[in-house]
């Protein structure tokens, strides 16, 4: 993936492969470009592979988020690369594509959630309306003293955002009726608070399922649609309990609903099925793939299904009905995670172990490459903007232990001796 700092892009890539029959993540490299065009992008990480000795034949799989220079269809970053290794296979973030299902919803709620941000603008972007705020909460005891930004760019910040909004409700009131703005009728507005408790409940859940489709090792394409179908089951058990007028499953919008006796109208009642059914067919669409590809492959998840068939070879078929009727590879499926389970075959069913993992190793998500750009925001900064980040950033984001003396020995370059 590629992000901007300061005046550069930096590419920024991670790697998942096996080693001494384990699963490993760690970053591949991070270079700063010039262009985040496609094919600077593929050049770049063309030459690194080559550089390295690496080959493109051991390549399985490729995750990207859904940008135009990564994934175009005849001149994409990805459309190069897959000329270079045919048998891998791209797969499009899933919490990209959870972020995306997202984005429609109806005017009146949509126009909440613009509001809400110009409430919050109003008084983070003053640096003298935050501190008098952060005053005020700290006066009446709050155990949060400051709002959050909301930016399209961090796919978890609407829930966390609104919710903050919703907490701090009371305070904000007394805040903006000091300065008699207009803010103050919209907070006091029922109908507003209600939409507004129930997207802050909503993109809350969200977050949830946001935060269950990251992780290191397991996470894989079966088990991110496990959590796809689960999360849409859930959109439906809402949707019957909002038609019935049971709103315990968004409990912000419950107690705000308790708390001053209301009942909610008609509209804002069908608002809220129809946006819950929207996320629901939205969800279909951006996992409808997915869904299929793990229909066609649902041995490796259900290997001892009776009367399954790989679609590979037919020693591949020969070696899962050794496989299903084999009771102590049974027992053992049952207490292993599935990565794990297919590795321990390695020697046993060669064949089946190897199909399975070029089906489980691919990254599920680029939630590996968000984590590195968090750790960048911390290592390269206005005081060190000309900092060269790959040495620094594996330092921060590898979970293998670093000899640290070794590294500074590389260099071999003579510390400053202090004054």
Not at 250 to 274: C, H, K, M, Q, S
Request: some cysteine; charged content about 25%; overall charge positive.
């Amino acid at each position: 993936m590629t992000r901007r700092t300061f005046k550069d892009c930096q590419l920024l890539t991670f790697v998942r492969y096996v080693w001494n029959d384990n699963v490993y993540e760690d970053m591949l490299f991070c270079e700063p470009i010039l262009r985040t065009k496609s094919d600077v992008i593929a050049n770049t990480v063309q030459q690194f592979v080559t550089k390295k000795g690496l080959d493109w034949k051991r390549c399985v799989g490729i995750c990207t988020d859904g940008a135009k220079p990564m994934c175009g269809k005849k001149t994409g970053a990805i459309t190069q690369l897959l000329k270079l290794c045919p048998l891998a296979s791209w797969t499009h973030c899933s919490i990209h594509r959870e972020a995306l299902a997202t984005k429609t919803m109806a005017p009146e709620l949509k126009n909440v959630l613009d509001r809400a941000v110009l409430i919050i603008n109003f008084i983070k972007s003053r640096p003298l309306q935050a501190r008098l705020f952060e005053i005020l909460c700290k006066e009446m005891c709050r155990s949060h003293t400051a709002l959050l930004f909301h930016a399209e760019v961090r796919w978890l910040s609407r829930g966390k955002v609104l919710t903050r909004l919703v907490e701090l409700r009371d305070e904000i009131l007394v805040f903006l009726h000091e300065r008699n703005t207009a803010f103050v009728e919209w907070l006091c507005d029922e109908n507003f608070v209600m939409r507004l408790t129930y997207l802050a409940d909503i993109f809350g859940k969200l977050n949830d399922l946001n935060l269950s489709l990251q992780g290191a090792g397991n996470a894989h394409i079966f088990s991110v649609n496990d959590k796809i179908r689960s999360f849409r089951q859930k959109l439906q058990l809402w949707k019957q309990n909002i038609e019935a007028e049971n709103f315990d499953c968004f409990e912000t919008l419950a107690t705000f609903l308790a708390t001053n006796e209301l009942i909610v109208p008609g509209g804002i009642r069908t608002e809220i099925v129809d946006h819950l059914h929207g996320l629901d067919s939205n969800l279909e669409i951006y996992f409808k793939d997915s869904m299929q590809k793990c229909a066609s492959r649902m041995w490796v998840a259900t290997p001892f299904q009776p009367n399954q068939l790989t679609g590979i070879s037919t020693q591949a078929d020969e070696q899962l009905i050794d496989l299903s009727e084999d009771s102590t590879e049974r027992l053992n499926f049952q207490g292993m995670n599935l990565i794990q389970f297919w590795l321990s075959l390695g020697e046993k069913f060669s064949l089946l172990s190897t199909e399975a993992m070029k089906i489980l190793l691919p990254f599920s998500s680029s939630y590996a490459c968000e984590q590195g750009f968090s750790a960048m925001i911390s290592l390269k900064n206005k005081y060190r903007n000309r900092l060269q980040l790959s040495h620094s950033l594996r330092l921060k984001v590898s979970h293998f232990p670093v000899d640290v003396s070794a590294v500074v020995n590389t260099f071999r370059k003579r510390a400053h001796c202090s004054h």
